[in-house]
């Protein structure tokens, strides 16, 4: 859900560009809304969990990730209409390894959702020398500090908000 809610703006533009066929973008809004809730959800579930403690070594900003995002892979695709076999069949390939390579280099906190939801990506050490992506409301977390979190995966943690 985190790489599909990530391309929700796309399926938004895509939807609006699409207009003149309803049933196409009835779909790529219902892709892009429900993506947006289902990750919401997502997130709501690790509430009810009990969170790990972390200790913070080091930390560094990973924020500029997500701009990179927006820019090398959401911006080529804003002409894409899919009246145009070629064009749709493309995007679909295109999304597709995106998807594969996104999923595989672990890079699921990169999501457009979470920084306009105010979620910042903060590159952190533990005690143990770890290094982690941590997904947090704080923009900065000092050295030493310790932490609550839930894993997201091997190399991403979300920081549980009092």
């Known amino acids: 859900m985190l ?10 533009i895509l939807g609006l560009l699409n207009s ?3 049933r ?8 892009a809304i429900g993506s947006v ?4 959800l997502f997130l709501r579930t690790y509430r009810g969990m009990t969170p790990d403690q972390v200790t913070i070594k080091t930390v560094s900003s990973r ?3 997500a701009l990179a995002y927006i820019v090398s892979y959401l911006l080529p695709f ?3 209409s899919f009246i145009d076999v070629p ?22 906190y990169i999501n457009p959702i979470l920084s306009l939801r105010g979620y910042h990506m903060l590159e ?4 143990s020398g770890k290094i982690s992506v941590l997904v947090t409301k704080h923009s900065y977390i000092a050295p030493g500090s310790t932490i609550e979190v839930w894993s997201l995966g091997d190399f991403a943690l979300l920081q549980k908000v009092k």
């Open 3 to 12: 790489f599909l809610s990530s391309y929700s703006p796309l399926f938004l």
């Open 20 to 22: 003149g066929n309803s």
């Open 24 to 31: 196409l973008s009835v779909v790529f809004y219902a892709i």
């Open 37 to 40: 809730l289902v990750l919401f």
């Open 63 to 65: 924020d500029s990730d």
């Open 78 to 80: 804003l002409g894409i």
């Open 87 to 108: 064009g749709a069949v493309s995007l679909v390939i295109f999304v597709v390894i995106i998807g594969i390579i996104y999923i595989g280099s672990n890079m699921v």
């Open 124 to 127: 952190v050490e533990d005690g």
